[in-house]
């Protein structure tokens, strides 16, 4: 997503976060309504997708980032960071385990999708929503085990 270090700091916004949480059923959505849309079902794809990477860049900056979605964001920051600062390897092994889930979840997901299987399109969502949610819990204590450890890190705490 390209995501310079005052996109970040905008995408800390906990309305950010949250507002990126339904993204994936309202894809599946879009996707599903090729049934009743026929090609124009394009435009709900692409907006859902524009959405996905305007989202980061249009909230403001947080007045505050003591909050479990702030500390997410910013615990995902640390995470794609991790090559460059290494992490504890405990947090390391549960994110791949949990991004695994995720991809797991993505067989019924698009399966569902091909196929117009309404059980295999939710099942596939809530594997890779419970997996994101809870790879965004372990981005928190993650945040929290290194804020202290980086100056850099604790920098990102407003």
């Not at 994101?132 to 204590?141: E, G, Q, T």
């Amino acid at each position: 997503m390209g995501m310079s270090d005052a996109v970040w700091q905008r995408h800390a916004n906990p309305i950010s976060g949250w507002t990126r949480v339904p993204v994936l059923p309202m894809l599946a959505m879009g996707i599903w309504s090729r049934i009743w849309l026929g090609w124009w079902a394009l435009l709900p794809i692409a907006a859902i997708l524009i959405w996905t990477w305007f989202n980061p860049r249009v909230f403001p900056i947080p007045a505050s980032t003591d909050n479990w979605m702030s500390k997410g964001v910013l615990g995902e920051r640390v995470w794609l960071n991790r090559n460059n600062i290494s992490i504890p390897a405990h947090h390391a092994r549960i994110a791949q385990i949990l991004n695994a889930l995720a991809g797991l979840g993505l067989i019924p997901f698009v399966v569902g999708l091909v196929q117009l299987d309404a059980w295999a399109v939710v099942g596939g969502t809530a594997i890779m929503m419970i997996a994101k949610l809870w790879f965004l819990d372990r981005m928190v204590w993650l945040f929290d085990d290194m804020k202290d450890k980086h100056v850099e890190y604790g920098r990102w705490l407003r």
